[in-house]
């Protein structure tokens, strides 16, 4: 099971919303549920998706490999990626992460066109939940 916050997922459509025609692809990373106010029935050491990296729109190596290269690979488990034309699936330039987290449009109908996929393509079932992630400044790097 993957798990997200509903914060995260919202955010994370929003950058596809307003990306789009474009593509955006930015680092996600996770929060132990124990440390979220709201994840009580989860594990506490299950990782919740909650935390993504400013995407960099004019860097060209980010448009056309997928991936930030200024974000620090042990800080981001994870990948979003929004394709504007293609179908809820991973395509080759998605492949760069463990879990890699697809929307397609609309932007609106989440349980449709927003998707967990493992690093081989397979869906995976995906949990969004209603947490809040700890307080965190700027400085953290992730928001």
Do not use: C
Request: no cysteine; proline share 10%.
């Amino acid at each position: 099971m993957v798990y997200i916050t509903r914060a995260l997922v919202d955010v994370l459509l929003d950058l596809a919303s307003d990306a789009d025609p474009d593509r955006v692809t930015t680092g996600v990373s996770i929060t132990p549920a124990a440390e979220l106010e709201g994840a009580e029935t989860l594990p506490p050491d299950a990782p919740v998706f909650t935390d993504f990296y400013l995407p960099d729109p004019g860097n060209a190596v980010n448009a056309v490999f997928g991936v930030n290269l200024s974000t620090p690979a042990r800080s981001a488990q994870g990948q979003f990626v929004s394709h504007p034309v293609r179908e809820l699936e991973v395509t080759k330039r998605d492949d760069l992460a463990e879990v890699i987290f697809v929307a397609v449009p609309p932007w609106d109908a989440v349980e449709e066109t927003f998707g967990a996929f493992d690093r081989t393509g397979e869906r995976q079932p995906l949990e969004i939940i209603e947490a809040a992630p700890p307080e965190r400044s700027l400085s953290d790097g992730a928001v």
